[in-house]
C-alpha cells in the first residue's frame, strides 16, 4: 500500500528517493516529531481501514503478527518535553522526543512522567553527534529503569540528520545498529516507526514477571505470585545487577524478594 499524506501525495517519494515531508536543512525537533506522528498517523489509519487484514510488524529482528480490527490503539510519538524537563524529583532531563502509549495522558494529573514513557528519541543534525545522543539516550534509559521497575530492556533511537540508530539497552550494557540513511533505506525506517506503534509490552522491553500497574501489585518467584507491599531498595546504576528488593506478602506471611539481573 502507499502511504499518503492528508493532500494525498505519498510521504516517500520513489523518484527523488526520500522523504517528502522530512524536514530540511533548517529542521528543529519539533518538525521531526511532527513529521513522525503525521506518518503514524497515516499508518494506523491504513491498518484501521484493513480492519479484516493481518499485518506482520518487523522489529529487533523480531516479527510480530498484528490483527487488525477497528479498536486497535497505538502508541505517539511527541515533543512535549523539548523544553519542559520530564517530572521527576532530581533528573532534569528534556529528551527531544518521547514515544508514549495512548492512556499516558490520564497518568500524574495529565502530565506523563518517566513511569509512563516508553522510549526516548534524540535527533542532532550531524552524524558526529551520534556519541553524544548515545549518551543522553542511555541517561534516559537509566531514569526509565529506575521509575519503571518492570522494564528488562529500552529500546531508544537517534537520527542525526537523516542517519537512524536503534539502540536497546539493558542491564548487560547496550548494542546498536549500524546507522542507515532513512532515504535509502524507508522500508527498514518505516518498520522501526510501525514497531513503537504496535509492538506489545513483552517486546517493548517490560518484565512479564512483575506487575506493577493497577492496584493489585504482584512479583512472580517460580509459580508463585507474590503481593508487593513496598520496595525496600533499588539499585540507581544503567549497567550491573539492577538488584530490588520488594517487602513481599502470601496468604497473611510477610518476606523479602530480592530480584536481580543474571
Known sequence: FTIE???????????LKRWRSFPGHNKTEKSIMTFLEELASA?????????????LVTFSSTQIALSAHPGLERNHYSDMFENTPVPHPFCIRKPDGVVLPLDALSYELRIPGWKVIISTIELKTRL????????????????????QL????????????????????????????EPFNINDEPGLF????????????????????????????QIQVGKVWYNIVDVIHIEGVLRGRATTCYHVEKD???????????
Open 5 to 15: 499524506q492528508d493532500d494525498g501525495v505519498p510521504f516517500y517519494d520513489m523518484n
Open 252 to 262: 497473611g506471611r510477610h518476606g523479602v524478594v530480592k530480584d536481580v539481573w543474571v
Open 150 to 177: 518492570d522494564r528488562r530492556f529500552v529500546i531508544g533511537f537517534a537520527l542525526t540528520g537523516v542517519m537512524m540508530t536503534v539502540i536497546i539497552f539493558d542491564r548487560s550494557g547496550w548494542v546498536a545498529c
Open 43 to 55: 499508518v494506523h489509519a491504513i491498518v484501521l481501514e484493513s480492519a479484516s487484514s493481518l499485518f
Open 190 to 217: 518505516l518498520h522501526i516507526i510501525v514497531g513503537y506503534l504496535y509492538l506489545d509490552e513483552k517486546h517493548l522491553g517490560f518484565d512479564e514477571t512483575v506487575q506493577l500497574r493497577g492496584e493489585n501489585k
Open 128 to 147: 558526529k553527534d551520534r556519541p553524544f545522543a548515545i549518551f543522553q539516550l542511555a541517561d534516559s534509559s537509566r531514569i526509565i529503569f529506575n521509575t
